[in-house]
């Protein structure tokens, strides 16, 4: 497939498009950004800075991606953004480069970030991540595979939130969310075992009842942490599914939700 730029399309000396990209009317690719193949930018859309861009991605009109990093620490540098394959960008999205030179923000596959959608400085987005209209990430902050970040949530520097759970909408989630897991609210508080996504991923119904038993356990026992673990130990949780909620908070460095 050739490569088309539209004539009033700008694309910087130095920007690498690979076969089948496709530059829009008035839309502006950057002299260090390079786009992997098929991907499409289009009409006033941006790519910029140090940003390599995967294959088959899709960048719609006045999403910025690359933008130079928010962080007051920035101190010059050029900082890095790193995409993976099949995401979609929609309008007046934001991904921003990292804050230090020898940095990236990473995008990884198959995500989706609707309308207004931010990802700040020195972010891991993992892949199949779904997040929503004017849903905001700071920075450092950390989404496993196949989380759903709600309309207008905000995330709070440096969290984390496990893989398959759910930040639900207007929610401000100032500590982790482990995998799994639903959490609502302002802050935002754990309130059930995210089942949406589990039955959208096909997860067993065994699955399921190990993750509400570990919800229940955690959640609704009463019991601290190590108490908590010994009980999903007598109750002979999966240990793949222990291990995994367990490992996940143990390496919490802002507490859980």
Known sequence: MAT?????????????????????????????????A?????HHATVDGRTHVGERNVIHPYAYVGAQTHDLKYVGGI???KIGDGN??????????ATSEENETVV?????????????????????????????????????????IGWSAGIHQFCKVGKYSMVGAASKATRDVPPYMLADGNPARVRSPNFVNLQRHDFSN?????????FKIFYLSGLNRTQAAEKMDAEDVDPIFRAEFLNFIGDSTRGFA
């Open 4 to 36: 088309t730029i539209h004539p009033t399309a700008i694309v910087e000396n130095g920007a690498q498009l690979a076969d089948g990209v496709s530059v829009d009317a008035y839309a502006y690719v950057g002299k260090l950004a390079s786009i992997g």
């Open 38 to 42: 098929e991907s499409r930018v289009c």
């Open 79 to 81: 900082p890095g953004l």
């Open 88 to 97: 979609v960008f929609r309008e007046f999205c934001t991904i921003h480069c």
């Open 108 to 148: 990884g596959s198959k995500n989706v970030f609707l309308a207004y959608a931010h990802v700040a400085h020195d972010c891991i987005v993992g892949n199949h991540v779904i997040m929503s209209s004017q849903a905001a990430l700071g920075g450092h902050v950390v989404l496993h595979d196949f989380t759903n």
């Open 206 to 214: 065994k699955s399921v009842v190990q993750i509400k038993k570990i």
